[in-house]
DNA sequence: TTTCACTTTAGAATTATTATAAACTAGAAT
DNA sequence: ATTCTAGTTTATAATAATTCTAAAGTGAAA
């Protein structure tokens, strides 16, 4: 993904393309595989990266930007923090605890036979399978 | 549950059985159907049942407890504090947002025909299916 | 009854996240 | 180019769930 796309994925998503922004969306959405993340994780990796730091409170900012616009997904996972997902796609995960790490599972590659069906007057707005991993 | 069963749940998890967590025991499994619950309803709910109250430090202290015990599991849900339900077998959820209620669904509900293998030197520990609902 | 490891408790500490409000800036208008 | 302003960043404070601390209380063994 080229600077001018981002810059274009940023105006067309209504958000400003400001430099913060622009260093945090080349860091999240250049890439090949799916980015899984917690804002203190990004927070460490964009350290590295990046010359001037950001403000906590602007990759916050940011990430929830990303998601309200829909380039970003929330990932529920035991713990006290929230994943961020890069894959926006409908899919499952495995969920490894020795690493805290999250590897997404494409949907064809689970198959549902039965489901029970919803409670009454309430329908299934989507299913979420997790797979826990161990050694 | 009887008042000795309690009694003898607690002594045979080396609990010992004072005023609070038998109190807090009687109110969780002493009931037919699955109970969850998180550390604040479960507060609230006991503050009316119960004549002198007890710190909340109790309450997550007991609960830790239980949990620790095999009386309790803790169900990650969307949101910031955690669920615990005294389901301890395995089973599914649905999940209603609307009413942040949490809905067991028995393995058997659930066929799953095709699952993705673990990656490399890992194993399935348990696969987890949640089914969000809507209206 | 005495004893003491276990338990409860009030309050402080911690941690992730959100709110606040002042300073800054992208980009439209002049 | 300069001005203007709504949107943005930032340091810092506030919040909220949970955990920690250490002093006071208690179940039950001796
Ligand atoms: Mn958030
Ligand atoms: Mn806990
Ligand atoms: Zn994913
Ligand atoms: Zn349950």
Not at 20 to 26: G, S
Not at 28 to 46: A, I, P
Not at 59 to 83: D, P, Q
Request: proline content about 2%; hydrophobic content about 35%; cysteine-free.
């Amino acid at each position: 993904m080229k600077h001018k796309d981002i810059l274009n994925k940023l105006r067309t998503s209504g958000l400003r393309p400001t430099k913060q922004r622009v260093e945090i969306a080349k860091f999240l959405f250049d890439r090949e595989k799916t980015f899984h993340f917690t804002v203190e994780s990004l927070n460490k990796l964009l350290l590295k990266k990046i010359t001037t730091k950001f403000a906590l409170a602007t990759i916050y900012n940011t990430i929830h930007a990303f998601k309200k616009a829909g380039h970003l997904n929330k990932v529920e996972v035991r713990g006290k923090r929230s994943y961020f997902d890069t894959n926006i796609t409908n899919h499952h995960h495995f969920y490894d605890s020795d690493t805290s790490e999250l590897i997404d599972i494409d949907v064809k590659d689970v198959i549902i036979q039965k489901l029970p069906k919803a409670p009454n007057g309430k329908k299934i707005k989507n299913v979420e399978v997790f797979i826990n991993l161990k050694n």
